[in-house]
């Protein structure tokens, strides 16, 4: 059965230090995956997804990136956090074609 | 643009009590429609989903949605709600690759 991580589950960080959340899925090939963040009251906002390896489509332009250096990876980053990037991250799969989507655990991500 | 709307925020009923809650999209062509539940600091967790067919779909947890493309509606029910329903809720429509989720309904439930 398919499985997906994410990690970690907390994070608390500095304005200006670095940011790096991964993703992993297991159990299937090839899959789209996605980066959501969740603000209080604001839903689910799509940050980026990819349909294969290294390609990323991003879609709210802001200090965050995204890359897939596997099939079945996906990393979250950032270079200087800014205190807005507060929020709850959520990393999500698909198989290829449509479909339901599956979600991580999510990880909070508090900037101090 | 695809949108979807669910406009009530919080909704709060009593134990044993029924549920609806409320979805609006915007969708040019035939939309896949998705409900997902969200349990306090968790991923969230697939109730239901209507691709095609029969209108009225049956999710895990005793819910049920009805699909109305005259009123661009997907509305959850439930007949009987249990204290352990009490999460957020979120209806979304799949585009192409992405999934446009709306802002979430809060449940509250008295026991």
């Known amino acids: 059965s398919q499985t997906i991580h994410q990690w970690p589950a907390t994070l608390v960080q500095p304005v200006g230090s670095p940011l790096s959340l991964e993703c992993t899925v297991e159990?299937?090939?090839?899959?789209?995956l996605y980066w959501y963040r969740q603000a209080a009251g604001r839903g689910l906002q799509l940050l980026f997804y990819?349909?294969?390896?290294?390609?990323i489509s991003s879609e709210v332009p802001q200090n965050l990136s995204a890359s897939r250096p596997q099939d079945r990876q996906f990393i979250l980053s950032s270079k200087k956090l800014l205190l807005s990037d507060s929020g709850f991250y959520l990393c999500?799969?698909?198989?290829?074609?449509?479909?339901?989507?599956?979600f991580g655990e999510g990880s909070r991500l508090t900037v101090l | 643009a695809q949108s979807v709307t669910q406009p009530d925020i919080h909704i709060t009923v009593s134990e044993g009590a029924s549920l609806e809650l409320r979805c609006n999209y915007s969708y040019g062509a035939t939309p896949y429609l998705f409900w997902y539940v969200q349990s306090p600091g968790q991923g969230l967790q697939l109730l239901l989903k209507?691709?095609?067919?029969?209108?009225l779909v049956q999710g895990i947890k005793g819910f049920e949605a009805e699909f109305k493309r005259s009123q661009s509606s997907f509305n959850l029910r439930k007949p009987s709600v249990h204290w352990s329903d009490a999460a957020e809720y979120f209806c979304?429509?799949?585009?192409?690759?992405?999934?446009?989720f709306g802002t979430g309904t809060r449940l509250k439930v008295l026991a």
């Open positions: 159990g299937t090939s090839n899959p789209n």
């Open positions: 999500a799969w698909r198989i290829q074609g449509n479909g339901e989507l599956f």
């Open positions: 990819s349909v294969g390896i290294g390609q």
């Open positions: 979304a429509v799949e585009g192409t690759y992405k999934y446009i």
């Open positions: 209507y691709f095609s067919g029969d209108t």
